[in-house]
């Protein structure tokens, strides 16, 4: 019984031992080919591992040749190997650089090859790879470029040739972002009037999240850290959306729409944008209209003899050098007056004659009582006392304008000025919104030549004053094409030097009424002081230097500063005049420097830089 036992011990022991051992000879006895084969494989790829490290000098330097070769930096050739076709591709140009493609064999046939073979093919490999000839020129432009990679690190070089495409890609996540909420909500299109309720809800939050993050961010470096988190659950729902509404016509239709949609939007702002602009420039101020009603009041409480200006004999003198400028602004004029008399060498031979109308004569006239130029001598005269005005008036009413400057009284009684001032033999115009830098007063000793106008041209292609005739002039009619020529040269108004005894010897005043009453008659030009300067005044004119006479403060914010200091006067043309808010803030420091800020008057009407 005890022997019995025994055996049956030691039988199951035998058992356990043999289901213990069988499965690991069992398991070697198969994979011995396995790792030979492998062991084989192996010792190959570390064949061509040190052939190719052998080799790689010459590999390495035909792409460094490759790359300096042009003034991009260009990725290394790189050799792509298909699956089936077991044939190397160079990506780059190939032959043209000197490297041929070579065919290998195809994978199935390539695991059949015996072990010499396989060898000899691989060395054959790189035996051709070996014998790939270099360009001289390539030769010549490694040279180059070891003498430049002496000059600068290659990590420098390399940064700077690709800063470029590091800023065209900066902006790539806000880019798409953009692009995934337009996705979305044209699919929120679609699904609002589906059941989908679950991803009517989904699509809304991941908009609103996108669009939370595009608050402010204008590049990628401004986005937050959950901005790729956002994109892709943005994507995983738009893809959801694709596969629910795949109808491609009706997603193009529906993006057509949009766009559509958002063009009539924008011109609409930009309509009503320009309209408010133009509203706000002829707009007075409520602190200038403030100040024109306390000088008013003030004014009718002086005396008769307390409103007469002082040294009235220097007004028709025709050895001082005089200006005129017309206005209805009390600052506007300030300034001009000021600028011009601060700048000048010889001030006291300064006579400023300052034409306005009567509603704001009282406001003017009492202005300049309180503040006199200093040494200079002023008048400041009523549109209302001229004989002739009412034909004017009725003239310039028959006009059809929206704007009423251009048919306002100021503006055409510049055409008018040897009726105004017949004593007077030669005087200088401005604009009152222009600020005098220099002194002025060389301008009486340039020759006219026999002209009437000494004006700055505007026909230089290029700048921002630019001008052609046939802008504001109907050359289609047959009486416009036949007197003038539309590439003759233009000019502005703003400063001008008139010869007033050439004005009378012409009667170019009556050349100014007639073709004002054709104007009227049919659309020959545009309306405006300026294309009616230009019929009048044409071959009449003679060019200054560009330096006297600036343009563009008005309108232009991209002036070189070198131009405005060098320029003698800077000329706000435009409606961002410097005393409305929407002027240009860096151009109101030369015309806010002329105006007494700390004046009572104006510190009462809420008046300030």
């Not at 042009?70 to 076709?85: A, G, I, L, M, T």
């Not at 490297?99 to 015996?114: A, W």
């Not at 806000?174 to 059941?195: E, G, H, N, P």
Request: glycine share 4%; with cysteine.
């Amino acid at each position: 019984m005890k022997r019995c036992r025994k055996w049956q011990r030691i039988f199951i022991l035998v058992l356990l031992s043999i289901s213990v051992f069988a499965p690991i000879v069992f398991v070697s006895n198969h994979l011995k080919p396995l790792s030979s084969k492998a062991g084989i494989k192996q010792f190959d790829d570390l064949d061509d591992l040190s052939n190719m490290i052998h080799n790689k000098p010459d590999l390495v330097q035909l792409h460094a040749i490759e790359q300096e070769a042009s003034e991009d930096v260009k990725e290394p050739r790189q050799e792509v190997y298909r699956d089936q076709n077991y044939t190397v591709i160079s990506s780059g140009d190939g032959n043209k650089d000197g490297v041929s493609s070579f065919e290998g064999l195809r994978t199935g046939d390539r695991e059949m090859m015996s072990e010499p073979e396989r060898r000899a093919n691989v060395r054959s490999v790189h035996e051709e790879i070996k014998s790939v000839p270099v360009k001289k020129g390539n030769e010549d432009n490694k040279d180059k470029s070891n003498k430049k990679s002496n000059q600068q690190p290659h990590g420098l070089r390399r940064g700077r040739d690709s800063r470029g495409e590091t800023q065209r890609t900066a902006d790539d996540r806000v880019v798409q972002m953009k692009d995934q909420v337009i996705r979305a909500k044209t699919y929120l299109s679609f699904a609002i009037s589906s059941s989908n309720t679950h991803l009517v809800k989904d699509l809304r939050l991941r908009i609103k999240e996108i669009e939370r993050l595009l608050g402010e961010p204008r590049r990628d470096a401004d986005l937050s850290r959950s901005a790729l988190q956002k994109i892709k659950m943005m994507e995983s729902t738009l893809s959801k959306a694709s596969h629910v509404y795949p109808g491609c016509p009706s997603l193009v239709n529906k993006l057509r729409a949009m766009t559509h949609n958002a063009e009539d939007q924008v011109q609409s702002q930009r309509t009503q944008a320009t309209f408010l602009s133009e509203l706000a420039g002829r707009t007075t101020p409520k602190g200038l209209h403030c100040l024109s009603m306390r000088l008013t009041t003030e004014y009718f409480t002086l005396q008769p003899e307390q409103q007469m200006f002082p040294n009235q004999q220097n007004i028709q003198n025709r050895n001082l050098f005089h200006y005129v400028v017309f206005s209805d602004n009390i600052l506007a004029a300030t300034v001009v007056v000021n600028s011009t008399v601060s700048n000048a060498l010889e001030p006291e031979k300064i006579v400023f004659h300052v034409v306005t109308d009567s509603l704001n004569f009282p406001a003017i006239s009492l202005w300049f009582l309180l503040n006199p130029p200093e040494k200079a001598t002023i008048q400041v005269l009523s549109a209302t006392n001229f004989q002739w005005l009412p034909a004017l008036k009725s003239s310039l009413e028959k006009q059809s304008s929206s704007d009423s400057k251009y048919s306002s009284l100021l503006n055409h009684l510049r055409f008018y000025l040897p009726e105004i001032f017949p004593e007077l033999d030669k005087v200088v115009f401005l604009d009152h919104d222009v600020v005098v830098q220099r002194d002025l007063s060389s301008l009486w000793g340039i020759d006219m030549k026999g002209k009437v106008n000494g004006v700055v041209e505007t026909c230089e292609r290029g700048e921002s004053s630019f001008r052609r005739m046939d802008m504001l002039v109907n050359f289609s009619d047959p009486l416009v094409s036949r007197k003038f020529d539309a590439n003759s040269c233009t000019w502005a108004f703003g400063m001008n030097l008139f010869d007033l005894r050439q004005w009378r010897y012409h009667d170019l005043t009556s050349t100014y009424r007639r073709f004002l009453l054709k104007g009227n008659e049919k659309p020959l030009w545009k309306t405006g002081s300026l294309p009616l300067g230009w019929v009048t005044f044409y071959n009449r004119t003679i060019a200054l230097d560009p330096r006297w006479h600036l343009l563009g403060l008005g309108f232009d914010s991209q002036i070189n500063v070198d131009k405005i200091e060098q320029a003698a006067v800077i000329h706000y043309d435009g409606i961002m005049k410097p005393w409305l808010d929407i002027g240009i803030r860096k151009y109101k420091g030369y015309w806010n420097q002329y105006v007494k800020f700390d004046h009572p008057y104006l510190l009462q009407c809420n008046l300030h830089e």
